[in-house]
């Protein structure tokens, strides 16, 4: 299990929901196909790194600071005597080296990303060097995508090809390294130095009047939902969803997108479209999350520890439970959080995990 898990950005989802619920332009659609491009690569790679059997820490996706320059590492993995980078590129087809740039048949420039390994090396070697560490950093770029070739390019670049990919899975098996209180605290602070940088400056313009309502399916996307009893069914791939969980999915959906709007029956009403009932939508609301104010004025918000889950959006927490003097009720809750993620749904049950005595 890696030292920090990887989480979707709340950039990439809001995108995701816009792109469903609103017309992108061509650009910022293109933006987000890039980005969930970049992604899907570095779950891809992710699948590979969780095979190590070498004693090392895996840090997946942080955005470190020094200088007032930030830079972003897909996966960092510590080993006993070197802290190896590694820069993921899901690029597909056919491209050409040049020293500035890699170049797509198509006649398309990207950058080229021995650049971005060199500058994310020097940061962080300034970041760490600000902390009085000293160790030694290896850069490397992992083309992930099988379907990519790259033409014309040196043999001694730290390029990892599609092809090699089970030969650095094997080369760093063999790796001897044996892990002490310094690498997990070296890898601890950098957790803590991870910055999280808001998404709504780098969003397309939307308003809520704007963009589509209804449910979406949660597995394709589509509008062809119906109601049926408890569930939502949708007629496009046949996929059933308890409508209590397809609420709350869209409850997530207006709080990230409006993280100022108060959640009311009416806007979640207004906003899923399909359900008949507010009475229902209500008594949802109610269940799985916490009510301030009466009647009218009434609005729903997540209990202040969820929140914190939600923005972290992964076992992540287990990292910082372990220092929690809640630690009983944490490690339960992380349990939980293992089997249930929480856009599925189960606020409920996990109040209940932390606060038994609550009446909620
Ligand atoms: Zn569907």
């Known amino acids: 299990?890696?030292?920090?898990?990887?989480?979707?950005?709340?950039l990439l989802k809001c995108l995701r929901i816009l792109n469903i619920r609103m017309e992108l332009t061509e650009d910022e659609r293109r933006y987000y196909l890039n980005l969930k491009k970049?992604?899907?690569?570095?779950?891809?790679?992710?699948?590979?790194?969780?095979?190590?059997?070498?004693?090392?820490?895996?840090?997946?996706?942080?955005?470190?600071?020094?200088?007032n320059t930030t830079?972003?590492?897909?996966?960092?993995?510590?080993?006993?005597?070197?802290?190896?980078?590694?820069?993921?590129k899901n690029f597909e087809g056919d491209f050409c080296y040049e020293p500035d740039k890699l170049q797509s048949v198509k006649g398309i420039d990207y950058k080229n990303p021995l650049h971005q390994i060199n500058r994310s090396t020097i940061i962080l070697n300034q970041l760490l060097q600000s902390h009085r560490i000293n160790f030694n950093i290896e850069a490397h770029v992992v083309f992930i995508n099988p379907e990519f070739t790259l033409f014309q390019a040196p043999p001694n670049l730290p390029f990892i090809y599609p092809t090699?990919?089970?030969?650095?899975?094997?080369?760093?098996?063999?790796?001897h390294s044996s892990l002490n209180n310094f690498h997990k605290q070296l890898a601890g602070k950098l957790v803590s130095l991870h910055q999280t940088e808001s998404p709504y400056a780098l969003l397309p313009k939307y308003e809520y009047y704007q963009l589509k309502k209804g449910i979406t399916c949660k597995d394709c996307q589509s509008f062809l939902i119906s109601v049926h009893g408890n569930y939502a069914l949708c007629s496009e791939c046949g996929c059933k969803e308890s409508v209590e969980s397809a609420v709350i999915r869209n409850v997530m959906e207006i709080k990230l997108l409006f993280p100022d709007r108060k959640i009311t029956t009416n806007i979640v009403y207004d906003w899923c479209a399909i359900i008949?009932?507010?009475?229902?939508?209500?008594?949802?609301?109610?269940?799985?999350?916490k009510v301030i104010g009466v009647h009218q004025w009434a609005y729903f918000k997540l209990v202040e520890f969820i929140d914190l889950m939600i923005d972290i959006m992964t076992i992540n927490l287990v990292c910082f439970v372990l220092h929690c003097p809640y630690e009983r009720h944490f490690k339960h809750l992380s349990m939980?959080?293992?089997l249930h993620r929480p856009y599925e749904g189960h606020?409920?049950?996990?109040?209940?995990?932390?606060?038994?005595?609550?009446?909620?």
């Open 1 to 10: 299990m890696a030292f920090k898990e990887r989480t979707e950005s709340n």
């Open 38 to 67: 970049g992604y899907e690569g570095e779950i891809q790679f992710d699948l590979i790194t969780e095979k190590l059997q070498s004693n090392c820490l895996i840090l997946n996706d942080l955005q470190l600071k020094a200088n």
């Open 71 to 88: 830079s972003q590492y897909d996966t960092s993995i510590i080993f006993q005597e070197t802290f190896h980078l590694f820069e993921v």
């Open 164 to 175: 090699q990919l089970n030969r650095f899975l094997k080369k760093f098996n063999t790796i």
């Open 276 to 289: 008949s009932c507010k009475k229902r939508i209500s008594r949802i609301l109610g269940r799985n999350f």
């Open 336 to 338: 939980c959080f293992v």
């Open 347 to 360: 606020f409920h049950h996990l109040f209940h995990v932390f606060c038994p005595s609550s009446t909620l």
